[in-house]
């Protein structure tokens, strides 16, 4: 991928993160005080790569760092503790472990979907089997993916934005 081709798709994924508390509160607006202040807490994610267990302490660049578990852990705290949370990550979920040799990607959308992510957007390495190798992923992910890519030079949702989550979550006084 060239520079060009790279700024497009960043850019492309990152205009669609930034327009995504507008689709959360979006049937909100007409009730809201345009004075009053709303806190939303963004958690963000990227570049996982697979990494379903946590690193050990005997692992030099992150000990005791990542996993599925912990991040689970610190969302569900997170959340209990804050009324409006929105949870997204920003791509290059797939490769780099074993998990992904073996579960092609279904395993890490399955885990994704249990932790309640509202929105995710691809990297590179998410088609690392090829458009067929994700498509097969796909229905593993309960939550709406965009894709900042191009095909015959037309950017595209692989499915159409919807709320991200219910405003009976997004509760907002």
Do not use: C, W
Not at 2 to 18: C, H, I, M, Q, Y
Not at 37 to 64: G, M
Not at 118 to 143: E, I, S, V, W
Not at 147 to 163: D, W
Request: hydrophobic share 40%; no cysteine; proline share 5%.
């Amino acid at each position: 991928m060239n520079r060009k081709e790279f700024l497009k798709t960043v850019g492309g994924g990152t205009l669609a993160l930034s327009l995504a508390p507008n689709l959360v509160f979006a049937s909100q607006k007409s009730i809201l005080d345009k004075n009053a202040a709303y806190k939303l807490t963004v958690l963000h994610t990227n570049d996982q790569h697979s990494r379903i267990e946590s690193f050990d302490s005997s692992y030099s660049r992150n000990p005791n760092q990542g996993g599925f578990a912990r991040r689970a852990t610190l969302i569900q705290q997170i959340r209990s503790q804050e009324k409006n949370v929105l949870l997204l990550d920003a791509g290059d979920i797939f490769q780099g472990t074993p998990y992904f040799n073996f579960y092609g990607g279904e395993l890490e959308f399955k885990l994704m979907s249990m932790m309640g992510y509202d929105a995710a957007t691809m990297g590179n390495h998410d088609f690392d089997n090829g458009l067929d190798g994700f498509l097969k992923a796909l229905p593993n992910a309960k939550f709406p993916l965009s894709l900042p890519i191009t095909i015959s030079a037309i950017p595209f949702l692989m499915e159409k934005p919807k709320n991200i989550k219910s405003s009976k979550k997004m509760e907002l006084k």
